[in-house]
């Protein structure tokens, strides 16, 4: 029992946090915030250079053969330095599933591109139903042999506008069925939304998309729990990150700003909001670590559920506190845009609704308690 | 980060669970309270005028003695089990699983330590077998009714009379001193010096001359507390413990004790699923309120803040295994944890509807011996005790985060 890092999970950290520092700055966050592809390719490349959307690829395939908790440690980095692009996308949303539901021939021919940084994927999964359940799912799906057209119209597709590929879920004849769809095709049209986060989004409507088969007919949704688990906390880890930074930037505030002759952080109603942020930081850190060691060690599927449940239902409503209070801390400074602080809490939200918030999480954990 | 236990952390575990298997008697095993509550806990038992309550104390007190786990932290020297720190925790998680009460008190947790640290081999000798053994129980005298959270501007007197202390003041939340035999106290004796410097550290005799205690019943009708008044108590000076005027420090005397709450966890955890399952029985469905789905939800929240509380007290665990102290920690754990218990209180309550009224826990309309009822009550000085939430905030922002003092 111990809740602390390893030795490698610390190095791990501390290199994250040194690169993400230098090669993804504020300046270069606001900056993919106007950009129509909204990464830097030359970055993208940097990362894959430090082995990281290879770090859940087994060594055979090109990756560094790491965990899933050491991912979720590498994620904090990621939402501490609010690192745009489409990382999350092509490793949770693309290696992850390859590496649940791919064949042989699949893993090989996609895993070592994804690791050296030469393909991009997402998952295409929720639609205008906006539901993150199975029944939300109706692109129809046609399967012939190893091939599956897809028809239909994906919602909320993240980074789409410069995936290679998408992991489009759908439904055939026996059932939920994922395929493995190419971008540059006729049957793929994307559209980018205008989100809170300015992050990239997309409608995808395929209209007769083809792509290969991805696991079994008929098979998909229960190809898809672990990958949704896996997103799920991994949304969790990048809400801990960002939502410590958002805290430390605040309480430095706190010290700095004088208003009455005195740092604003010896007023004890902006101590008390420093010490709930705080614990709600922590909190969210460890419920959300506890689902991600639940995942790499493979605790029973029932206990994994639940851990992920409930890791989300918290992280979602604490951090989302943690970033009003620090708007509430900065008073007018913050809520312009030249200011620092609202980068975080605009994003906060796009991972707080990210595969279910609180309210969809709360539900899932009452049943699954038999409440 | 592992959740697991260790190899020997399993082993403690199991060595554990099999005494508690063979030796928790069988009265503490069924929860059987008689409906009065463990008021006071083993301490109250102990002095029952009831000869089976009195027998069940003491046969699971000689029990643990026999294995050092009367006070499993002291230094085996000092008649402990000398446990680690992750031991200890072990230790208390599963005696929490199954709600054992636990003998020693103030005089384990408190007293003992502070005299292993600052006593003389004379007051060594005279305290520490006496606590092991369950002869002497001990109350605490520290706060008074003008300090509180300022606990350091405490005013009880004691006045130098050769080789005696004369005391005279008052004292409150005078905790369990009715069924206590000895009481340690801070008391002013340098009233001219800064606060934290003219205060001693005394132990006396509870049925000291002068020294009078009365009842204060709190609002649950419950007698735990008292008032502690001093009329002219003499307290040899010999009682002292550590330094004149050094008391405050002396007070402040921690011994390695793990300190991660994680049998209020427990305790949160298991009621929830005790409801479930009273809910699942056929007089539980009586009770249960047409419109559940109103608190279904809500309780789901109370779970998921449970497992936030047990992480806390994880943490703690793991630093100080680390060979760490707990900073800031140990703050959000008392903070948070007590107000999650009001919070399950009053989800717990709601499960109940009306029969969240009933107070009686012998009534025909109580559900579940109306003990969350109770503990509605029950829950409210625990964001005020030892050391209120405003106070564990103001620590947390002032020692964990750096933020100027006020």
């Given at each position: 029992?111990?809740?602390?890092l390893?030795?490698?999970?610390?190095?791990l950290?501390?290199?994250a946090r040194?690169f993400?520092?230098?090669?993804?700055?504020?300046?270069?966050?606001r900056?993919?915030?106007e950009d129509?592809?909204?990464?830097?390719?030359?970055?993208w490349?940097?990362?894959?250079?430090?082995?990281?959307?290879?770090?859940?690829?087994?060594?055979?395939?090109?990756?560094?053969?790491?965990?899933?908790?050491?991912?979720?440690v590498?994620?904090?980095?990621?939402?501490?330095?609010?690192?745009?692009?489409p990382?999350?996308?092509?490793?949770?949303?693309?290696?992850?599933?390859i590496?649940e539901?791919?064949?042989?021939?699949?893993k090989?021919?996609?895993l070592?591109?994804?690791?050296?940084g030469?393909l991009?994927?997402?998952?295409?999964?929720?639609?205008?139903?906006?539901?993150?359940d199975?029944a939300?799912?109706?692109t129809?799906?046609?399967?012939?042999?190893s091939?599956?057209?897809?028809?239909?119209?994906?919602?909320?597709?993240?980074?789409?506008?410069?995936?290679?590929?998408?992991i489009?879920?759908?439904?055939s004849?026996?059932?939920t069925t994922?395929?493995?769809?190419?971008?540059?095709q006729?049957?793929?049209?994307v559209?980018?939304?205008?989100?809170?986060?300015?992050?990239?989004?997309?409608?995808?409507v395929?209209?007769?998309?083809?792509?290969?088969?991805?696991?079994?007919?008929?098979?998909?949704w229960?190809?898809?729990?672990?990958?949704?688990?896996?997103?799920?906390?991994?949304?969790?880890a990048y809400?801990?990150?960002?939502?410590?930074?958002?805290?430390?930037?605040a309480?430095?505030?706190?010290?700095?700003?004088?208003?009455?002759?005195?740092?604003?952080?010896s007023?004890?109603a902006?101590?008390?909001?420093?010490?709930?942020?705080v614990?709600?930081?922590?909190?969210?850190?460890?419920?959300?670590?506890?689902?991600?060691?639940?995942?790499a060690s493979?605790?029973?599927?029932?206990?994994?559920?639940?851990?992920?449940?409930?890791?989300?239902?918290?992280c979602?409503?604490?951090?989302?506190?943690?970033v009003?209070?620090?708007?509430?801390?900065?008073g007018?400074?913050g809520?312009?845009k030249?200011y620092k602080i609202?980068?975080?809490?605009?994003?906060?939200?796009?991972?707080?609704?990210?595969?279910?918030?609180?309210d969809?999480?709360?539900?899932?954990?009452?049943a699954?308690?038999?409440? | 980060?592992?959740?697991s236990?260790?190899?020997?952390?399993?082993?403690?575990?199991q060595?554990?669970?099999e005494?508690?298997?063979k030796?928790?008697?069988?009265?503490?095993?069924?929860?059987?309270?008689?409906?009065?509550?463990?008021e006071?806990g083993?301490?109250?038992d102990?002095?029952?005028?009831?000869p089976?309550?009195?027998?069940?104390?003491?046969?699971?007190?000689?029990?643990?003695?026999?294995?050092?786990?009367?006070?499993?932290?002291?230094?085996?020297?000092?008649?402990g089990?000398?446990?680690?720190t992750?031991?200890?925790?072990?230790?208390?998680?599963?005696?929490?699983?199954?709600?054992?009460?636990?003998?020693?008190?103030?005089?384990?947790?408190?007293?003992?330590?502070?005299?292993?640290?600052?006593?003389?081999?004379?007051?060594?000798?005279?305290?520490l077998?006496?606590?092991?053994?369950?002869?002497?129980?001990?109350?605490?005298?520290?706060?008074?009714?003008?300090a509180?959270s300022d606990?350091?501007?405490?005013?009880?007197?004691?006045?130098?009379?050769?080789?005696?202390?004369?005391?005279?003041?008052?004292?409150?939340?005078?905790?369990?001193?009715?069924?206590?035999?000895?009481?340690?106290?801070?008391?002013?004796t340098?009233?001219?010096?800064p606060?934290?410097?003219?205060?001693?550290?005394?132990?006396?005799?509870?049925k000291?001359?002068?020294?009078?205690?009365?009842?204060l019943i709190?609002m649950?009708?419950k007698?735990?507390f008292?008032?502690t008044?001093?009329?002219?108590?003499?307290?040899?000076?010999?009682?002292?413990?550590?330094?004149?005027n050094?008391?405050?420090?002396?007070?402040?005397?921690l011994?390695?004790?793990?300190?991660?709450?994680?049998?209020g966890a427990i305790?949160?955890?298991r009621g929830?699923?005790?409801?479930?399952?009273?809910?699942?029985?056929?007089?539980?469905?009586?009770?249960?309120?047409?419109d559940?789905n109103s608190?279904?939800l809500?309780?789901?929240?109370?779970a998921?803040?449970?497992?936030?509380?047990?992480n806390?007290a994880?943490?703690?665990v793991?630093?100080?295994?680390?060979?760490?102290?707990?900073?800031?920690?140990a703050?959000?754990?008392?903070?948070?944890?007590?107000?999650?218990?009001?919070r399950?209180s009053?989800?717990?309550?709601k499960a109940?509807?009306?029969y969240?009224?009933?107070?009686?826990?012998?009534?025909?309309?109580?559900p579940?011996?109306?003990?969350?009822?109770?503990?509605y009550?029950g829950?409210?000085?625990?964001t005020i005790f030892?050391?209120?939430?405003?106070i564990?905030?103001?620590?947390?922002a002032?020692?964990?985060?750096?933020l100027?003092?006020?």
């Amino acid at each position: 029992m111990d809740l602390g890092l390893s030795e490698t999970q610390e190095l791990l950290k501390n290199a994250a946090r040194e690169f993400l520092e230098n090669e993804c700055p504020e300046t270069h966050v606001r900056e993919m915030e106007e950009d129509d592809k909204g990464y830097s390719p030359v970055l993208w490349q940097k990362m894959a250079e430090q082995g990281w959307q290879g770090l859940l690829i087994p060594e055979e395939h090109g990756g560094a053969g790491f965990d899933f908790l050491d991912l979720c440690v590498l994620l904090e980095e990621f939402g501490r330095a609010l690192v745009p692009g489409p990382f999350m996308s092509t490793v949770l949303g693309g290696a992850v599933p390859i590496l649940e539901a791919g064949s042989d021939a699949q893993k090989a021919e996609f895993l070592p591109k994804i690791a050296s940084g030469d393909l991009i994927f997402s998952l295409a999964l929720t639609e205008p139903s906006a539901r993150f359940d199975e029944a939300g799912i109706e692109t129809k799906a046609d399967v012939s042999g190893s091939d599956v057209t897809f028809t239909g119209t994906k919602l909320f597709v993240p980074d789409a506008n410069v995936a290679d590929y998408l992991i489009v879920a759908g439904k055939s004849a026996a059932g939920t069925t994922l395929g493995i769809v190419a971008t540059d095709q006729p049957g793929v049209k994307v559209t980018q939304l205008q989100t809170i986060a300015r992050d990239k989004q997309a409608e995808v409507v395929l209209d007769g998309a083809k792509g290969q088969l991805l696991g079994a007919d008929g098979q998909g949704w229960n190809l898809l729990k672990p990958v949704i688990e896996k997103y799920t906390t991994a949304e969790c880890a990048y809400l801990v990150g960002l939502s410590q930074m958002d805290f430390e930037i605040a309480v430095d505030y706190a010290k700095e700003r004088v208003q009455f002759g005195r740092p604003i952080g010896s007023f004890q109603a902006i101590q008390h909001k420093c010490a709930d942020m705080v614990t709600d930081v922590d909190g969210s850190r460890f419920i959300m670590y506890k689902a991600a060691w639940s995942i790499a060690s493979g605790q029973p599927e029932a206990d994994t559920s639940l851990a992920v449940n409930m890791a989300k239902a918290w992280c979602s409503e604490a951090t989302r506190r943690v970033v009003a209070h620090g708007q509430q801390i900065h008073g007018g400074i913050g809520f312009t845009k030249d200011y620092k602080i609202q980068l975080y809490f605009r994003r906060q939200k796009r991972a707080e609704i990210a595969f279910g918030d609180s309210d969809y999480h709360r539900e899932a954990v009452a049943a699954q308690l038999g409440l | 980060m592992d959740w697991s236990d260790s190899p020997e952390q399993a082993a403690f575990r199991q060595e554990v669970r099999e005494f508690i298997q063979k030796e928790l008697p069988e009265r503490y095993r069924a929860g059987d309270d008689g409906g009065e509550g463990f008021e006071g806990g083993w301490q109250a038992d102990r002095k029952s005028d009831d000869p089976v309550r009195r027998d069940t104390a003491m046969q699971w007190a000689d029990a643990l003695s026999k294995k050092g786990w009367i006070a499993p932290a002291w230094p085996k020297e000092y008649g402990g089990a000398g446990l680690s720190t992750i031991e200890q925790f072990i230790y208390n998680q599963e005696m929490a699983e199954v709600a054992a009460p636990m003998p020693g008190g103030m005089g384990v947790s408190m007293l003992g330590p502070t005299v292993i640290v600052h006593g003389t081999e004379e007051q060594k000798a005279e305290h520490l077998s006496k606590i092991l053994s369950g002869e002497v129980a001990w109350a605490q005298g520290y706060s008074e009714p003008g300090a509180g959270s300022d606990l350091a501007s405490l005013q009880t007197r004691a006045v130098r009379d050769g080789d005696e202390y004369v005391l005279n003041g008052q004292k409150i939340w005078t905790s369990g001193g009715h069924n206590a035999d000895w009481l340690f106290a801070l008391v002013r004796t340098d009233p001219e010096a800064p606060k934290h410097r003219g205060i001693s550290f005394v132990v006396m005799d509870i049925k000291s001359p002068g020294l009078t205690l009365r009842p204060l019943i709190n609002m649950g009708w419950k007698h735990h507390f008292n008032e502690t008044f001093f009329e002219d108590v003499r307290v040899p000076v010999k009682n002292r413990i550590g330094e004149e005027n050094r008391g405050w420090y002396v007070g402040m005397t921690l011994l390695d004790f793990e300190r991660s709450g994680i049998a209020g966890a427990i305790s949160y955890k298991r009621g929830i699923e005790e409801i479930k399952k009273f809910l699942a029985t056929d007089e539980g469905k009586r009770f249960k309120r047409a419109d559940w789905n109103s608190v279904r939800l809500e309780m789901a929240d109370r779970a998921i803040e449970t497992q936030i509380l047990f992480n806390f007290a994880f943490r703690i665990v793991s630093i100080q295994n680390r060979g760490l102290v707990p900073n800031y920690e140990a703050s959000v754990n008392k903070m948070y944890g007590a107000e999650l218990h009001q919070r399950l209180s009053r989800t717990n309550t709601k499960a109940w509807g009306l029969y969240g009224n009933v107070w009686d826990p012998k009534s025909k309309h109580a559900p579940m011996k109306a003990e969350h009822v109770q503990d509605y009550v029950g829950s409210v000085p625990h964001t005020i005790f030892s050391g209120s939430n405003e106070i564990q905030r103001n620590v947390i922002a002032t020692r964990g985060l750096g933020l100027p003092r006020g």
